[in-house]
């Protein structure tokens, strides 16, 4: 994951940045046509797409990892449609485990597929209902199972992509992408190619993690043009931020006292976003994000909450109004906390103590991007509980490279 540069001070008294915004929107079913351009990759995104298309060529699998902002989703995205295009493949599924994953996939398909320019016209959908000769799927792993423990027939693939791979583990997950590679793909008699994407994909325990590496099928997909040091590769390229740890107070608060981390959070929050920071953060609980972001609104400060028992639409519309940066703080406890694609986030705020190493990758990572992929050459991470003393430096991406592949 990401190698930070630790830097421990308070809140008082640090500078700040200019901020970035961005798109969002939903859409059901949308007919996509051709482009006469070609979208751009970095050279080791390419390396991995051509990688990619050998694994789906023959029917095999393997997980494509790549650090938190390297550009996963975009690589894999990219590979579906050479897929479409170099493979003769017709009908391909893109698994996420949450609707915000969900919709961000579906808008980077619509993003990509105009810039590709040699794919073929394609259905792109979010609903197993929908039939075409050639379509893309893209839907959760719970929808999937639910779908085939009914005895509704899921149909045949071409290809499965699984993002957030580290996740299919979890027997339900498992057995969904095991439904949909029952079938002989389309395009011949063998069965549909797998590609997991993941950032963090390491398991909070060794066995878990080889469990995973044996789901890929032992084959680890990386570029050599990353170097021994990835992280520290992108970051000098200008592809990932540096990011810098630093208490939110010198007070010794109890991860206990939700009340008076809000009270500091809140007036971090308002010296943030008055400095023009777009900030991202995350509380012990849904009540105490709903009440970081009344406390805000009373104070003018444009801030939303978003939590799971929101209906869709209105978290759509929160997400949409912090990606096009009307929404200068948006606070969550954990919905936003793996894969969704953050608009370039200059500060996190971590109100509460994260247990799990993981976990905290892929919080920290939501901050991840650089100069070059729309983010900052830094960015701040602000807590109360020392994290790095904690969990150590991120490392779930090496951790996880350095299992036996073959």
Known sequence: MLAPHYQLSSFEGSTVSEPW?????????I??????????????????VDDALEVLSVGSEALLSLPTGGGKTRTGVIAC????????????????????????????????WRLHGRAPDVMLTRRFEISADRMIL?????????????????????????????????????ESVRALRAQ???????????????????????EGTQNLVNLFGRRLLKSD?????????????????????????????????????????????????????????FTSSVAGAICMAEILRSAGVAARAVHSQMPMQERIDALDSFARYETKILINQRLLATGYDC??????????????????????????????????????IWEFDDHLALHGLPSSYYRYRDYEWS
């Open 81 to 112: 449609l050479d897929a479409l295009t170099d493979l003769d493949h017709n009908r391909l599924v893109w698994l996420a485990p949450s609707n915000e994953l969900v919709d961000q996939a579906f808008r980077s398909f619509e993003h990509l």
């Open 343 to 380: 608009p370039a986030v200059s500060d996190l705020l971590l109100l509460a103590p994260i247990g799990s190493p993981i976990l905290f990758e892929q919080i920290v990572g939501r901050a991840a991007r650089g100069p070059r992929t729309g983010g900052g050459a830094s960015a701040t």
């Open 21 to 29: 915004s961005g798109t969002n929107r939903q859409l059901q079913s």
């Open 184 to 206: 002989a793909a389309t395009c011949a008699h063998r069965r549909p190619g797998l590609i997991g994407l993941s950032a963090t994909p390491g398991r909070a325990n060794d």
């Open 225 to 281: 043009r990353l170097g021994k040091n990835p992280v520290l590769t992108l970051q000098r390229r200008g592809i990932l931020a540096r990011l810098e740890f630093r208490r939110m107070t010198k007070r010794d608060l109890s991860s206990q006292d939700e009340v008076g981390r809000i009270k500091v959070a809140v007036n971090a929050a308002k010296s943030l976003v008055g400095a023009g920071r777009h900030v991202l953060a």
């Open 138 to 174: 893209v839907t959760t792993p719970q929808a999937t199972y639910a779908r085939s423990q009914s005895g509704i027939e899921l149909g045949s693939w071409d290809a499965v992509v699984f993002d957030e791979a580290h996740q299919l583990a979890a027997r339900t997950y498992d």
């Open 31 to 48: 007919a996509l046509t051709r482009s006469e351009v070609r979208p751009e990759l970095f050279d080791y995104q390419r390396d991995l």
